[in-house]
């Protein structure tokens, strides 16, 4: 079975920006590496922000931070 990422999920998480803590407002591809890693030991939070900071470990720890800077740059996000 193949699988096919979300297209709009994909590019929220792109657009994504930390809610909270020393790392507020940055883009969760632009949090360092041992913040991820130190999530993982601790326990990512409920919901969409804990599931997009586990894939963004998942992206940095694979090198594949690059494809999400693109779609940052390809698919700026509109201004509400």
């Known amino acids: 079975m193949e699988m096919q990422p979300d297209r709009e999920q994909l590019l929220e998480m792109a657009h994504y920006r930390m809610p909270f803590g020393k790392y507020k407002g940055r883009y969760l591809v632009d949090l360092p590496l041992p913040y991820l890693v130190w ?6 939070p409920e919901g969409k922000l804990g599931n997009y900071l586990n894939t963004m470990l998942t992206i940095k720890d694979n090198n594949l931070e690059p494809l999400i800077r693109k779609l940052q740059k390809e698919f700026p996000k509109e201004s509400s």
């Open 39 to 44: 999530f993982r030991q601790k326990g990512f």
